[in-house]
Protein backbone atom coordinates (compact mmCIF):
# COMPACT_ATOMS: atom_id res chain seq x y z
CA UNK A 1 0.00 0.00 0.00
CA UNK A 2 1.29 2.89 -1.15
CA UNK A 3 1.77 6.20 1.79
CA UNK A 4 0.62 9.51 1.33
CA UNK A 5 2.98 11.55 0.52
CA UNK A 6 0.95 14.83 -0.47
CA UNK A 7 2.67 16.81 2.63
CA UNK A 8 5.98 16.30 0.82
CA UNK A 9 5.39 17.92 -2.39
CA UNK A 10 3.85 21.23 -0.95
CA UNK A 11 5.81 24.56 -1.10
CA UNK A 12 7.48 26.30 1.21
CA UNK A 13 9.12 29.43 1.50
CA UNK A 14 12.07 30.21 3.41
CA UNK A 15 12.64 33.95 3.38
CA UNK A 16 13.19 35.16 -0.16
CA UNK A 17 13.33 31.79 -1.42
CA UNK A 18 10.41 29.33 -2.34
CA UNK A 19 10.96 25.77 -2.11
CA UNK A 20 8.60 23.21 -4.49
CA UNK A 21 9.13 20.41 -2.46
CA UNK A 22 9.58 19.69 1.72
CA UNK A 23 12.66 17.14 1.04
CA UNK A 24 16.16 18.70 1.41
CA UNK A 25 19.85 16.77 -0.29
CA UNK A 26 21.80 16.91 3.25
CA UNK A 27 24.61 18.32 2.94
CA UNK A 28 27.75 15.39 2.20
CA UNK A 29 31.31 15.48 1.34
CA UNK A 30 31.86 13.68 -1.70
CA UNK A 31 35.47 14.92 -2.20
CA UNK A 32 35.21 15.35 -6.35
CA UNK A 33 36.75 19.53 -6.58
CA UNK A 34 40.17 20.45 -7.38
CA UNK A 35 42.98 20.16 -4.69
CA UNK A 36 42.74 23.75 -4.44
CA UNK A 37 39.30 23.59 -3.54
CA UNK A 38 37.82 24.93 -6.73
CA UNK A 39 34.39 23.09 -8.07
CA UNK A 40 34.35 20.92 -11.18
CA UNK A 41 32.36 20.00 -14.11
CA UNK A 42 31.49 17.20 -11.90
CA UNK A 43 30.54 19.33 -9.38
CA UNK A 44 28.24 21.65 -11.72
CA UNK A 45 26.15 18.35 -12.70
CA UNK A 46 26.03 16.61 -9.53
CA UNK A 47 24.07 19.63 -8.14
CA UNK A 48 22.30 20.13 -11.56
CA UNK A 49 21.04 16.36 -11.56
CA UNK A 50 19.64 16.53 -8.38
CA UNK A 51 17.76 19.94 -8.53
CA UNK A 52 14.28 18.41 -8.07
CA UNK A 53 14.95 18.46 -4.51
CA UNK A 54 13.55 21.57 -2.95
CA UNK A 55 16.48 22.52 -1.60
CA UNK A 56 20.04 20.76 -2.07
CA UNK A 57 22.94 22.02 0.69
CA UNK A 58 26.32 21.51 -0.67
CA UNK A 59 28.99 19.62 0.95
CA UNK A 60 31.26 21.71 3.73
CA UNK A 61 32.79 24.43 2.08
CA UNK A 62 35.84 25.86 3.85
CA UNK A 63 35.76 29.65 5.04
CA UNK A 64 39.64 29.90 4.99
CA UNK A 65 42.32 27.86 4.68
CA UNK A 66 42.58 27.01 7.87
CA UNK A 67 39.29 25.56 8.07
CA UNK A 68 40.36 22.47 5.34
CA UNK A 69 40.51 19.13 6.71
CA UNK A 70 40.09 17.27 3.08
CA UNK A 71 41.59 16.72 0.35
CA UNK A 72 39.51 17.75 -2.58
CA UNK A 73 36.78 19.35 -1.07
CA UNK A 74 35.66 22.65 -2.04
CA UNK A 75 36.48 26.32 -0.54
CA UNK A 76 34.99 29.46 -0.66
CA UNK A 77 37.80 31.93 0.17
CA UNK A 78 38.89 33.19 -3.25
CA UNK A 79 38.11 34.38 -6.46
CA UNK A 80 38.63 30.88 -8.35
CA UNK A 81 36.28 29.06 -5.71
CA UNK A 82 33.99 31.37 -5.93
CA UNK A 83 33.43 31.47 -9.36
CA UNK A 84 33.75 27.36 -9.50
CA UNK A 85 30.04 27.75 -6.97
CA UNK A 86 28.59 30.63 -9.40
CA UNK A 87 28.66 27.84 -12.21
CA UNK A 88 26.94 25.22 -9.73
CA UNK A 89 24.09 27.40 -8.49
CA UNK A 90 23.82 28.88 -11.97
CA UNK A 91 23.03 24.99 -13.33
CA UNK A 92 21.16 24.52 -10.21
CA UNK A 93 18.39 27.76 -10.70
CA UNK A 94 18.73 26.78 -14.40
CA UNK A 95 16.47 23.39 -13.33
CA UNK A 96 14.61 25.26 -11.26
CA UNK A 97 16.46 24.38 -8.36
CA UNK A 98 17.24 26.04 -4.93
CA UNK A 99 20.75 25.88 -3.13
CA UNK A 100 22.35 26.48 0.32
CA UNK A 101 25.96 26.42 0.78
CA UNK A 102 27.21 24.92 3.56
CA UNK A 103 30.26 26.87 5.56
CA UNK A 104 32.73 23.78 7.43
CA UNK A 105 35.53 24.60 9.44
CA UNK A 106 37.03 21.69 11.01
CA UNK A 107 39.24 23.34 13.24
CA UNK A 108 41.19 20.47 15.20
CA UNK A 109 40.13 18.03 13.01
CA UNK A 110 42.89 18.87 10.64
CA UNK A 111 46.40 17.84 10.25
CA UNK A 112 49.46 20.19 9.29
CA UNK A 113 49.73 18.01 5.90
CA UNK A 114 46.82 19.63 5.05
CA UNK A 115 47.20 23.04 6.59
CA UNK A 116 51.35 24.02 4.85
CA UNK A 117 52.69 23.02 8.09
CA UNK A 118 50.46 25.26 10.32
CA UNK A 119 49.00 23.28 13.43
CA UNK A 120 45.08 23.10 13.69
CA UNK A 121 43.20 25.62 15.50
CA UNK A 122 40.36 25.04 18.17
CA UNK A 123 38.94 26.68 21.38
CA UNK A 124 41.28 24.96 23.38
CA UNK A 125 44.67 22.57 22.90
CA UNK A 126 42.57 19.17 23.01
CA UNK A 127 43.77 16.49 21.04
CA UNK A 128 40.97 14.09 19.20
CA UNK A 129 41.06 10.81 20.52
CA UNK A 130 44.44 9.63 18.74
CA UNK A 131 42.38 5.90 18.46
CA UNK A 132 39.78 7.17 16.54
CA UNK A 133 38.66 5.89 13.62
CA UNK A 134 35.91 7.84 12.08
CA UNK A 135 36.12 6.94 8.61
CA UNK A 136 36.38 3.16 7.02
CA UNK A 137 35.73 3.76 3.25
CA UNK A 138 38.21 5.83 1.37
CA UNK A 139 38.14 9.21 3.18
CA UNK A 140 41.13 11.44 1.82
CA UNK A 141 42.65 12.43 4.98
CA UNK A 142 46.03 11.93 6.19
CA UNK A 143 45.97 8.30 7.64
CA UNK A 144 47.27 9.08 11.13
CA UNK A 145 46.17 9.98 14.92
CA UNK A 146 44.82 14.00 14.60
CA UNK A 147 47.61 16.28 16.13
CA UNK A 148 47.04 18.78 19.21
CA UNK A 149 46.16 22.03 18.07
CA UNK A 150 46.75 25.20 18.92
CA UNK A 151 44.15 27.60 20.84
CA UNK A 152 43.07 30.51 19.43
CA UNK A 153 44.11 33.56 21.10
CA UNK A 154 40.87 36.43 21.61
CA UNK A 155 41.92 38.11 18.60
CA UNK A 156 42.18 35.11 16.41
CA UNK A 157 38.43 34.51 17.31
CA UNK A 158 37.62 37.64 15.67
CA UNK A 159 39.45 36.93 12.75
CA UNK A 160 37.72 33.43 12.21
CA UNK A 161 34.58 35.14 12.75
CA UNK A 162 35.43 37.46 10.12
CA UNK A 163 36.04 34.62 7.99
CA UNK A 164 32.83 33.14 8.42
CA UNK A 165 31.51 36.61 7.55
CA UNK A 166 33.25 36.77 4.11
CA UNK A 167 32.39 33.43 3.19
CA UNK A 168 28.59 34.40 3.56
CA UNK A 169 29.15 37.74 1.26
CA UNK A 170 31.02 34.94 -1.10
CA UNK A 171 28.47 32.72 -1.30
CA UNK A 172 25.86 35.30 -1.75
CA UNK A 173 27.93 36.80 -4.62
CA UNK A 174 28.42 33.18 -5.91
CA UNK A 175 24.45 32.94 -6.56
CA UNK A 176 23.35 30.99 -3.21
CA UNK A 177 20.05 31.40 -2.01
CA UNK A 178 21.69 30.92 1.46
CA UNK A 179 24.28 29.86 3.81
CA UNK A 180 24.13 26.89 6.70
CA UNK A 181 26.82 26.98 9.30
CA UNK A 182 28.08 23.09 10.02
CA UNK A 183 28.16 23.51 14.05
CA UNK A 184 27.72 19.82 14.00
CA UNK A 185 29.56 16.58 13.56
CA UNK A 186 32.43 17.41 16.30
CA UNK A 187 33.38 20.62 13.80
CA UNK A 188 34.70 24.04 15.23
CA UNK A 189 31.12 25.78 16.05
CA UNK A 190 30.31 22.07 17.82
CA UNK A 191 33.64 22.54 19.70
CA UNK A 192 33.34 26.07 21.21
CA UNK A 193 29.79 25.10 22.35
CA UNK A 194 31.19 21.13 23.67
CA UNK A 195 32.38 21.16 27.64
CA UNK A 196 35.24 19.17 26.96
CA UNK A 197 36.82 20.87 23.59
CA UNK A 198 36.19 24.27 24.89
CA UNK A 199 38.09 24.53 28.39
CA UNK A 200 38.36 28.78 27.77
CA UNK A 201 37.93 30.90 30.98
CA UNK A 202 37.55 34.38 28.62
CA UNK A 203 34.70 35.42 26.87
CA UNK A 204 34.51 32.30 24.48
CA UNK A 205 34.30 29.89 27.32
CA UNK A 206 32.91 28.77 30.73
CA UNK A 207 29.29 29.28 30.95
CA UNK A 208 26.40 27.94 28.31
CA UNK A 209 26.05 31.69 27.27
CA UNK A 210 30.12 32.17 27.03
CA UNK A 211 30.54 28.63 24.64
CA UNK A 212 27.29 29.91 23.00
CA UNK A 213 29.26 33.27 22.13
CA UNK A 214 31.50 32.35 18.97
CA UNK A 215 28.26 30.42 16.92
CA UNK A 216 26.06 33.57 17.84
CA UNK A 217 28.59 35.85 16.91
CA UNK A 218 29.50 34.13 13.65
CA UNK A 219 25.76 34.25 12.75
CA UNK A 220 24.94 37.99 13.76
CA UNK A 221 28.13 38.85 11.70
CA UNK A 222 26.96 37.05 8.37
CA UNK A 223 23.63 38.25 9.08
CA UNK A 224 24.86 41.91 9.13
CA UNK A 225 26.80 40.90 5.71
CA UNK A 226 24.01 39.70 4.01
CA UNK A 227 20.13 39.27 5.83
CA UNK A 228 18.98 37.50 8.40
CA UNK A 229 17.03 34.88 6.21
CA UNK A 230 20.38 33.88 4.03
CA UNK A 231 21.65 32.17 6.79
CA UNK A 232 21.05 28.58 8.61
CA UNK A 233 22.17 26.71 11.10
CA UNK A 234 23.18 22.36 11.87
CA UNK A 235 22.92 21.33 14.81
CA UNK A 236 23.94 17.44 16.23
CA UNK A 237 22.96 17.76 20.12
CA UNK A 238 24.46 15.46 22.46
CA UNK A 239 26.12 13.51 19.64
CA UNK A 240 29.71 12.21 20.50
CA UNK A 241 31.33 11.86 16.78
CA UNK A 242 34.90 13.28 16.34
CA UNK A 243 35.32 12.39 20.38
CA UNK A 244 32.79 15.62 21.24
CA UNK A 245 31.07 15.80 24.42
CA UNK A 246 29.02 18.38 26.31
CA UNK A 247 28.48 17.54 30.41
CA UNK A 248 24.53 18.93 29.82
CA UNK A 249 23.71 19.27 26.34
CA UNK A 250 20.33 19.60 26.51
CA UNK A 251 20.86 22.98 28.85
CA UNK A 252 23.79 23.93 26.08
CA UNK A 253 21.06 23.89 22.67
CA UNK A 254 17.80 25.09 24.46
CA UNK A 255 20.22 28.29 25.13
CA UNK A 256 21.71 28.15 21.57
CA UNK A 257 18.45 27.64 20.10
CA UNK A 258 16.41 30.14 21.70
CA UNK A 259 19.12 32.44 20.72
CA UNK A 260 18.81 31.63 16.81
CA UNK A 261 14.59 32.10 16.86
CA UNK A 262 15.46 35.52 18.14
CA UNK A 263 17.48 35.90 15.34
CA UNK A 264 14.92 34.60 12.21
CA UNK A 265 17.48 32.66 10.53
CA UNK A 266 16.27 30.84 7.84
CA UNK A 267 16.04 27.38 9.31
CA UNK A 268 17.51 25.08 11.88
CA UNK A 269 18.74 21.73 10.69
CA UNK A 270 18.61 19.14 13.50
CA UNK A 271 20.26 15.65 13.73
CA UNK A 272 19.13 13.73 16.62
CA UNK A 273 21.53 10.29 14.86
CA UNK A 274 19.89 8.29 17.99
CA UNK A 275 20.06 10.60 20.63
CA UNK A 276 16.40 10.39 21.39
CA UNK A 277 15.30 13.73 22.62
CA UNK A 278 16.81 16.18 20.14
CA UNK A 279 13.56 16.69 17.95
CA UNK A 280 11.14 16.92 20.72
CA UNK A 281 13.19 18.86 23.05
CA UNK A 282 14.22 21.59 20.72
CA UNK A 283 11.85 22.12 17.60
CA UNK A 284 9.21 23.45 19.96
CA UNK A 285 11.88 26.32 20.96
CA UNK A 286 12.86 27.60 17.51
CA UNK A 287 10.54 29.99 15.78
CA UNK A 288 11.01 29.28 12.03
CA UNK A 289 11.23 26.47 9.38
CA UNK A 290 13.05 23.32 10.72
CA UNK A 291 14.78 20.17 9.06
CA UNK A 292 15.11 17.08 10.45
CA UNK A 293 17.59 14.97 9.13
CA UNK A 294 19.40 11.45 10.11
CA UNK A 295 17.89 8.07 8.99
CA UNK A 296 14.38 8.91 7.28
CA UNK A 297 12.84 7.39 4.56
CA UNK A 298 9.97 8.05 2.33
CA UNK A 299 7.29 6.83 5.07
CA UNK A 300 9.01 8.25 7.66
CA UNK A 301 9.63 11.33 6.15
CA UNK A 302 6.07 11.70 4.43
CA UNK A 303 4.42 11.66 8.03
CA UNK A 304 7.00 13.71 9.94
CA UNK A 305 6.06 16.52 7.35
CA UNK A 306 2.11 15.80 7.79
CA UNK A 307 2.36 15.40 11.44
CA UNK A 308 3.74 18.78 11.45
CA UNK A 309 6.65 17.82 13.28
CA UNK A 310 9.15 18.96 10.84
CA UNK A 311 8.95 21.46 7.41
CA UNK A 312 11.60 19.80 5.37
CA UNK A 313 13.13 16.38 5.52
CA UNK A 314 16.85 16.31 4.81
CA UNK A 315 17.77 12.66 2.78
CA UNK A 316 21.62 11.96 2.77
CA UNK A 317 22.81 8.55 1.35
CA UNK A 318 19.29 7.96 -0.91
CA UNK A 319 20.43 11.14 -2.85
CA UNK A 320 23.85 10.17 -3.91
CA UNK A 321 22.15 7.03 -6.08
CA UNK A 322 19.20 9.14 -6.74
CA UNK A 323 19.54 11.81 -8.60
CA UNK A 324 15.39 11.77 -9.58
CA UNK A 325 14.43 10.97 -5.81
CA UNK A 326 11.93 13.37 -5.11
CA UNK A 327 10.33 12.02 -8.31
CA UNK A 328 10.55 8.68 -6.72
CA UNK A 329 8.89 9.73 -3.66
CA UNK A 330 6.47 11.26 -5.04
CA UNK A 331 5.27 8.28 -7.64
CA UNK A 332 6.38 5.64 -5.38
CA UNK A 333 9.13 3.71 -7.33
CA UNK A 334 11.81 1.73 -5.95
CA UNK A 335 15.06 3.56 -4.75
CA UNK A 336 18.89 2.84 -6.42
CA UNK A 337 21.24 1.11 -3.33
CA UNK A 338 24.32 3.33 -3.62
CA UNK A 339 28.11 1.70 -4.11
CA UNK A 340 29.76 2.52 -0.32
CA UNK A 341 33.77 2.09 -1.74
CA UNK A 342 32.97 5.42 -4.15
CA UNK A 343 31.90 8.15 -1.86
CA UNK A 344 34.96 9.33 -1.60
CA UNK A 345 36.63 8.69 -4.06
CA UNK A 346 37.50 11.36 -7.33
CA UNK A 347 35.77 10.59 -10.57
CA UNK A 348 32.60 10.58 -11.95
CA UNK A 349 31.55 6.76 -10.61
CA UNK A 350 29.31 6.59 -8.15
CA UNK A 351 29.02 10.06 -8.10
CA UNK A 352 27.34 11.72 -11.55
CA UNK A 353 26.60 8.07 -13.39
CA UNK A 354 23.56 7.10 -11.47
CA UNK A 355 20.42 6.35 -13.50
CA UNK A 356 17.46 8.56 -13.15
CA UNK A 357 14.45 5.50 -11.93
CA UNK A 358 13.78 4.82 -16.18
CA UNK A 359 17.53 3.48 -16.68
CA UNK A 360 18.20 1.45 -13.41
CA UNK A 361 18.98 -2.12 -12.78
CA UNK A 362 16.19 -4.12 -11.23
CA UNK A 363 18.84 -5.76 -9.46
CA UNK A 364 19.87 -2.93 -7.88
CA UNK A 365 16.72 -1.41 -6.26
CA UNK A 366 15.37 -1.77 -2.84
CA UNK A 367 12.26 -0.67 -1.03
CA UNK A 368 11.56 3.45 -0.41
CA UNK A 369 11.76 2.06 3.46
CA UNK A 370 14.76 0.08 3.62
CA UNK A 371 16.49 2.19 6.47
CA UNK A 372 20.16 4.12 5.79
CA UNK A 373 23.30 2.10 6.56
CA UNK A 374 24.95 3.57 9.07
CA UNK A 375 28.25 4.65 7.50
CA UNK A 376 27.33 7.79 5.87
CA UNK A 377 29.46 10.90 4.32
CA UNK A 378 26.87 13.26 6.12
CA UNK A 379 29.13 12.71 8.80
CA UNK A 380 31.48 15.15 6.88
CA UNK A 381 29.14 17.37 5.06
Known amino acids: MNVDVDALF ?9 LKNRLAMAPMTRQRSTLDGVPTDLNVEYYRQRASA ?15 GYLFTPGLHNDAQQAGWKRVTDAVHGEGGAIFGQIMHVGRLSDPLMLDGEQPIAPSAVQPDPTARQYTINCPRPKRPYPTPRALTHAEVLGVIDDFRDCAVRAQQAGF ?10 YLPMQFLSTNTNLRSDAWGGSVEKRCAFLLACVD ?12 VKFSPGWSFHNVFDDDPVATYRYAVRELSKRG ?54 YISNPDLAERFRDHQMLTRPQLETYYTQGAEGYTDYPRFAGSDPEKLQSLDTVPIPISPTTTG
Not at 221 to 232: E, G, H, K, L
Request: charge should be negative; glycine fraction near 14%; hydrophobic fraction near 45%.
Open 265 to 318: IAYLQLGDYGIGWVYETLRPLFDGPAMFVAGFTQPTAAATVREGRADLIGIGQA
Open 54 to 68: GLLVSEGLYPSAMGR
Open 10 to 18: QPLQLGRTR
Open 221 to 232: AMIAATRRDFVA
Open 177 to 186: DGVEIHAASG
